[in-house]
Each structure stands twice: as C-alpha cells, then as structure tokens.
C-alpha cells in the first residue's frame, strides 16, 4: 500500500473515512457546536436576568466541534467584564465606566499591550495610584496589574491566562479565562483586516465581523516580557472562532490530526512544548496559502504533510505568527535550544515516514481502524465502537450536558434571589419573557428551556407571600407553578405537590404525586443534578437513542431534576427536609468553598426518593396503611438501585426518619451511616445519629 504511485490518495481517503467513524464528520460537528452555542446562550441569558454584567463565550475545540472522545479536549470559556472598556482612541471613552487606554510601544512585546487608568467622570488619565492592583511606570502613568486575577475563582488552579477547573470523569476539564472587551478591532492587526491570501480566505464576510467584534485584552503578559505583571495579551478570539467555524470538513480532520499528532508524538508525558493553539495558527496560515480546491478529502494526506512542513519552519525559525496579529509570535521564549532540536527531529521523521506512524496512533483506535481499511490485518481482529455507538455517546453525552447546565443556571437564580423578595423576583421574569419575543433562534431554544424554572421559583415565592382563604395556595401563585409544571419530567411537580402537602391539602397533592409517578415511568428518565459535577453511570440503549434522534426541547420527557428549596421556603417542606438546611457544622462552614457549596444551604434531593418519601407522608396522614407500606419499599429500592442519584445522603437520611417513625431505630442508624459514607461532612445525618442516639438512651 504504502509503496503504490497513488496510496496517498488512497492513504487520504481511508484516514478521511477513520475521521468520520470516530466522529469527525458534518453531522457530529454541527451537533457539538449546537449543544455548546446553545449552553453559551442559556449562561448569557441568566446573566441578564439576575443582572450580572458579564458575557460568557464558549470557544476552543469542544464548541468548535473540533475533537474526538480520545483527545479529550477541555472546554475553554472567556468571561468578558462588561463593567470595564478598553479603548484604542479617546473617542472611545464612555462615561460611568472603568475606563482604560490601550497602550503599546517600543518596549512592549509583540500582541500585548499596557493599560492606562482613566478617569470615570471625563476622558483624562488617572493620576494617582488607587489601589495594591495599579502601579506607576517609569513616565508616572497609572497602570493596571494583570495580578488582578489572583484568587478571583475559587478551586481553581492557575494556567497561563486562565483558571482551569478540574473536570470529574465523563465531563470536560474548563478553562476560564477572564477578560475585558476593546470594541474596535486592534490596531496591531489592521494589516489583516485587509490582507486576503491566494485562496480568498478569509472572505470579506469574516473580515468584516472581525472589525465588528473588536478584541480583548487578557491578564497575561509575554513570555520575553520585561513588565511581566502589567502586560495583557490581546485577543482576537471572536475572529478567531469566526473562521473555525468556516472550516469545511478536510480542514478540520486535518486540524483534528495535528491535535492527535501533538498528543501522541510531539508533547508525551502531558508535556506542552507545541500548544493545540500554535497548530490551529499554523492550519490558518496554511488554508490562507492554498487554494480551497486542495483541501478534499483526497488530499487530506498531503495537506497533513503541507501543515507539518509548515509547523517544523516555524520551530526551526522559533517563530509562529499569530493568525491575525503577525507581529506576535507565539514561540517567542517557547522552547529550549535542546527541546528545539528534539522537536525538529521529531517532526521530520513524520514528514519522512509517509504515513507509517499513522498505523502507530492508540487515541481513538486510530492506528488500529486505519489498519483495518487499509486491509492490513482482517476485520473482526480489533474490537472498537462503530461509528453509530460513537455518535450516540457522545450525543448522549452532550445532551446529559444541556441538561446539567440547565439545573446549574436555575440554581445560580436560586442563589441570587435567596435573600431578595418577591418584588425583585418579577422582573427578572419579565426579562427572562423578553427572550421569547425578541430573541434569535438560539434564545427562543434557551428560553424554552429555563423558562418553567423561573416560572415554578415564582410561583412558589409568591405563595410564600401568603397563602388564600382557608390556607391554601393563591390563585396566582397556582397559575405560575401550574406554568412551570413541564420543565421536567416531576422537579416543579413536586415542588407543587410539597405546597399543597404543608397547606394539608392532602387529595390535590396525592393526585399529582399519583400522575408524576405515572409520567415517570411511561419514559425512560435520567436523574439530573447541578449542585456537584458527578458523572452518569448507567444510560439505557432508548435514553441514546433519544438522544441522537430528538433535539434538545426534548429533554423535559427524558429528565427528572433534583428538587431545591431555598430556606425561605422552609415552610413549604416536610420538616424531615428541613434539617439539610442545616446540616453543617461552625468548623464545616467556615471550611466550605462559597462558590461550590452554596447549595449546602437548601433542602436538595433527587426526584424519584422525594415523590415516594411524599408518598408515605401522604398515604400516613390520609391512613391508607397499604399504600403507605408500598411506598416506603419503593423509596429503599430506589436509594438501593439507581446509580444516577445526585444526593444519596438526603435521600438516606428522609429514609432514616421514615424508619424512625416506623419504630425500626436500628436500620434508621444504618441509613444515616450509609449516608455518610457518601458524603461525609456537611451532612445532617450526625444530627440524626445524635438525636436517635439520645432518644435511645433516654427511652432505656
């Protein structure tokens, strides 16, 4: 094969058809892009509505549909804080903001810039030092410390510009970079604005959203820096995603392959030397100098190659030019003289080999299936997953991803409106139905989904606010939980249902109950949580089958949601509940993470335990003895068998109190025991152990 006049052809098609099997095809792409767009746009849009002045973006190769399962590759976020403006002009200045001059000189490196405070009240400099995060330079001009993201994200570990935030098994690793927004395009990078290579790209289309999107500038100065802690890299970033999402398929398996190139040859042992960013700047460069017609899928080879020439230039000339800033280069103090020379060496047996290596790859079986097409060991040899069980794994896994974020954004809302009241609470609603009538496709889509959260958190505060006549839930309060009702499978239905029981309107409550269990069983559901990242273990073959088929707006029949209640609603719940609300110590409190454990102060468990425990509560108060018995077997099979359960250690402890009540103390002690073997600080099962304890002793 490898010997053929024509085999790079071949060799191309083959690889083209491995890519696609693995996942790096039109449709997989467009569906990863979808589901990170869309989780970009739910974020955006409970920002405005609890009136936080940023702006997320979800960049990198996750939200560029450019990865594969094997790669693993982390998500990249820029948080843009909209209360600052950066200007390049002092026409630029704007009043009431934090205002800073973009400055470059003689002195500061390639790509980066100083910023220069400026006063809120008029377009002039600040001339005296506010605080520890400005400094004097040498001609007495007040500037900003990129130092200033020290500390800013909790449990996060320091990376360059960004914070990266450990990911759990089956979720992605983030990297949260912060930054401030310039409106206007950098004037460093004008010469590409009008620059168009041999294959008219970018086109004027991506130029001219380029001018539109401006820059950012991001706490982080170069490599070679003599003022390491004032310079801030500027990014092109917007720009940058623009043109990655032109990319037609051959440019971006041969990207897909540069990142696998660097993983398996160039960076072992999780070493960076070349960055995935440097190959993605040389791909740019190389679609730039060819003509669109070379990058097919038969050609795939030899573009790889043409890319890998390029790369080992650009480590010979320790110089790669950023993709629209030239002047910056991104290898400027990169490599050793001795890392140089490894890496060079590196890359020429690659460009030398013709392929060979090729057959050599482990991540994704790639090395194995191309072996396999290429007929060089027989089919049935290698086990690896086809290409239907990739696309439903990782649709699966994406959709399991809307969905958490969905859970996570309503308890960011939750978290903001803990301590306001109800007068607040109405207009982020109004704001939140803004999206329905005003908003893009992607915000109609978001809305859909947040929109029954924000109904049912409305509807429970207003019946907060008082009930009606003969203690029961106000009409009005019943039409915006009855509007939330469908936001899953039973989260808002038994938010309901936990009303009407504390206003002891048993009947309604036992109705609902009755018709969310049937619900829950006449689909396939997945317990969801956004408190704690935790992966999904079990996923039925119907649960990825739907995933792969229905759209998001599908999530609400397959999805159960854990059910929270904030401490104002402390009267709305059974008082068994009432104790998660306090279930940390002093010593614990002042030791948890306040960005984390917020959720620590609510009542919080999953649906599936709560219909049931609200089941036996009902059926005990309603004296249907039976029916009570049924359901306590249901609520211990359930703690026992589902996997999936986000907060095992509540549902352990509501089952505990059931015992309890029961008269079984001894296995409501080795409930409480189980619970916190899974979780054990912050639980209120010590409280419970004390408590049975105490009243064993006393009852002796």
Same mark, same amino acid.
């Given at each position: ?5 024509? %085999? ?9 058809? @491995? ?16 589901? %990170? ?141 912060? !930054?401030?927004?310039?409106?206007? +395009?950098?004037?460093? !990078?004008?010469? +590409? ?38 310079? +801030? ?72 190659? /043409? ?74 040899? /290698? ?89 029961? @839930? ?104 009432? %104790? ?18 917020? +959720? ?15 089941? %036996? ?50 296995? !409501?002690?080795?409930? /409480? ?28």
């Amino acid at each position: 094969m490898f010997q053929e006049p024509d %085999y790079r052809e071949n060799l191309s098609l083959m690889l083209s058809e @491995v890519l696609h099997d693995i996942g790096v095809n039109e449709r997989m792409v467009m569906r990863r892009r979808r589901n %990170y767009m869309l989780k970009e746009t739910m974020n955006n849009i409970i920002d405005r509505v609890i009136d936080l002045n940023v702006t997320e973006y979800f960049l990198g190769s996750q939200s560029e549909g450019t990865t594969t399962i094997g790669l693993g590759s982390d998500l990249d976020v820029l948080i843009c804080d909209n209360n600052y403006n950066i200007i390049q002009d002092w026409s630029e200045w704007e009043q009431d903001k934090v205002n800073y001059l973009m400055i470059q000189n003689e002195n500061t490196t390639p790509g980066y810039c100083l910023l220069q405070m400026l006063q809120h009240d008029a377009p002039l400099p600040v001339t005296v030092v506010p605080d520890e995060h400005h400094m004097n330079d040498r001609s007495r001009k007040v500037l900003y410390k990129n130092t200033v993201i020290n500390g800013v994200i909790q449990g996060a570990v320091g990376h360059g510009p960004s914070l990266a935030e450990q990911g759990q098994p089956g979720f992605s690793d983030k990297d949260v970079v912060l !930054a401030y927004s310039c409106k206007s +395009w950098p004037q460093s !990078a004008s010469g +590409w604005l009008n620059r168009q290579g041999i294959g008219r790209w970018p086109t004027q289309d991506m130029r001219r959203y380029a001018a539109r999107t401006g820059c950012f500038v991001v706490p982080t100065g170069g490599k070679v820096s003599e003022y390491p802690e004032l310079e +801030w890299r500027i990014s092109t970033s917007l720009a940058e995603r623009c043109l990655m999402l032109h990319l037609n398929i051959t440019q971006i398996r041969c990207y897909v392959l540069l990142k696998i190139i660097l993983k398996s040859f160039l960076n072992p042992r999780d070493e960076i030397n070349i960055s995935s960013f440097m190959c993605k700047t040389v791909l740019l460069h190389c679609i730039e100098n060819t003509e669109p017609s070379v990058w097919k899928d038969n050609n795939l080879f030899i573009c790889l190659t /043409y890319c890998l020439l390029k790369l080992h230039s650009c480590v010979q000339n320790d110089c790669c030019s950023h993709s629209t800033i030239l002047e910056n280069n991104l290898m400027a103090g990169q490599f050793t003289a001795e890392t140089k020379h490894e890496l060079s060496k590196n890359i020429c047996k690659l460009i030398q080999n013709d392929g060979q290596w090729l057959l050599s790859i482990n991540i994704d079986n790639l090395g194995c299936r191309l072996q396999v097409k290429l007929n060089r060991v027989p089919h049935g040899v /290698y086990y690896f997953l086809s290409s239907l069980e990739i696309y439903e794994q990782v649709l699966t896994l994406g959709y399991i991803g809307i969905a958490t974020n969905i859970c996570a954004q309503f308890n960011t809302v939750l978290k903001h409106f803990q301590n306001e009241n109800i007068r607040t609470i109405k207009p982020a609603v109004v704001k939140l139905m803004n999206f329905s009538n005003n908003g893009n496709r992607l915000e109609h889509a978001a809305f859909k989904l947040l929109a029954p959260f924000l109904y049912t958190t409305y509807g429970s505060f207003l019946a907060l606010s008082g009930t009606g006549e003969n203690n029961q @839930v106000s009409p009005e309060a019943l039409v915006w939980l009855s509007a939330g009702l469908n936001s899953d499978i039973s989260s808002s239905r038994l938010k309901l249902v936990s009303e009407f029981y504390s206003t002891g309107d048993m009947e309604k409550a036992e109705l609902i109950l009755r018709q969310t269990e049937e619900q829950y069983y006449s689909n396939p559901v997945v317990p969801i949580c956004g408190c704690w990242t935790k992966p999904i273990h079990t996923l039925t073959a119907e649960i990825k089958r739907i995933c792969s088929e229905e759209s998001e707006s599908y999530i609400k029949h397959i999805t159960a949601f854990c059910v929270r209640f904030i401490r104002k609603e402390i009267n709305c719940i059974p008082h068994e509940l009432q %104790y998660e609300m306090f279930r940390s110590t002093q010593d614990e409190m002042i030791n948890r993470d306040e960005y984390r454990d917020y +959720w620590m102060n609510w009542a919080v468990v999953d649906s599936l335990p709560f219909l049931y425990f609200l089941q %036996y509560k009902i059926y005990r108060h309603l004296q249907r003895h039976q029916d009570q018995r049924q359901a306590l077997s249901k609520l211990i099979r359930t703690i026992e068998t589902d996997e999936n359960l986000g907060h095992r250690e509540t549902a352990l402890n509501i089952l505990g109190q059931c015992l309890e009540q029961e008269n079984r103390p001894q296995q !409501a002690l080795k409930c /409480y025991l189980l619970s916190l073997q899974q979780r054990a600080r912050n639980n209120a099962a010590n409280f419970h152990i004390c408590k049975l304890l105490s009243g064993l002793l006393v009852s002796q």
